[in-house]
């Protein structure tokens, strides 16, 4: 049926108006995905030390991760000598962890993914860098702003409806060559939790990469867990071996 004449510009004007929001909601999406694919690629192996800074102390830890899609990371930790052979498994939403002092590779239940990792400020699902904020939640560009010389694009990321989430929201900030430059967590008050930052981006295996990662919970002041990327190297050919529960306990050379 054809539209009456009068009603034509009303919904020219409705699509109109429509159009921006798809288009940063689009946006939004697709900026969020080539942070991850920056971050992790099609396949990663990285050599990191992670700090743990407490109002008792430091410790630093010496650790080798490998990544493969969006499904598999494998993080064993190589020093200091006590927590050295500690490894973490991630293969889709299942995760392994070996410890050498039990001798045994143990799954986690999904209740145990927020918990913390080696006693960081890290969770068990931090590790794997996954991609399942691009999906389980809705995007929306909030702001644009300046960030030395480059465009930094925030992102406010709202879980979708029925999807089980521990975070009432993230606030995500990303450099317009893809370096994830900021995650803030917020609960399901709209309080904020906690900040992982970029402290330090350089360049790693011919692309701009955040080298120092500090995650920071708002109730600690003082504390904090960085992750310093040492060496890297992507979209590298991974044995197939290399992700399996006899490989996290017994590795091979």
Request: charged content about 25%; proline content about 5%; hydrophobic content about 35%.
């Amino acid at each position: 049926m054809n539209q009456p004449l009068t009603l034509r510009p009303l919904v020219a004007a409705i699509i109109v108006a429509l159009m921006p929001m798809a288009a940063a909601a689009q946006s939004a999406e697709d900026i969020l995905r080539s942070a991850f694919d920056n971050w992790r690629a099609d396949s990663s192996h990285a050599v990191t030390t992670m700090t743990v800074k407490r109002s008792n102390g430091t410790r630093e830890m010496t650790m080798e991760s490998w990544t493969e899609g969006e499904k598999k990371a494998l993080v064993r930790f190589t020093a200091p000598a006590r927590d050295a052979g500690n490894a973490t498994l991630q293969l889709g939403t299942a995760t392994y962890v070996f410890n050498p002092k039990l001798n045994q590779v143990i799954k986690l239940p999904s209740s145990a993914m927020s918990q913390s990792w080696m006693g960081s400020d890290f969770s068990y699902e931090d590790l794997s860098r996954s991609e399942r904020v691009i999906g389980d939640y809705t995007h929306t560009l909030i702001e644009t702003r300046n960030d030395g010389g480059h465009k930094l694009y925030v992102i406010e990321s709202v879980p979708k409806r029925g999807v089980p989430i521990v975070w009432g929201k993230q606030i995500l900030s990303v450099r317009d060559d893809g370096v994830l430059r900021s995650i803030e967590y917020y609960d399901q008050v709209g309080k904020r939790v906690r900040t992982m930052s970029a402290d330090k981006i350089g360049t790693l295996d011919g692309r701009p990469y955040p080298i120092e990662m500090t995650m920071r919970v708002d109730e600690k002041p003082g504390e904090f867990t960085r992750v310093t990327t040492v060496s890297s190297e992507f979209n590298i050919d991974l044995p197939k071996y290399l992700f399996t529960k006899s490989n996290l306990q017994n590795p091979r050379d």
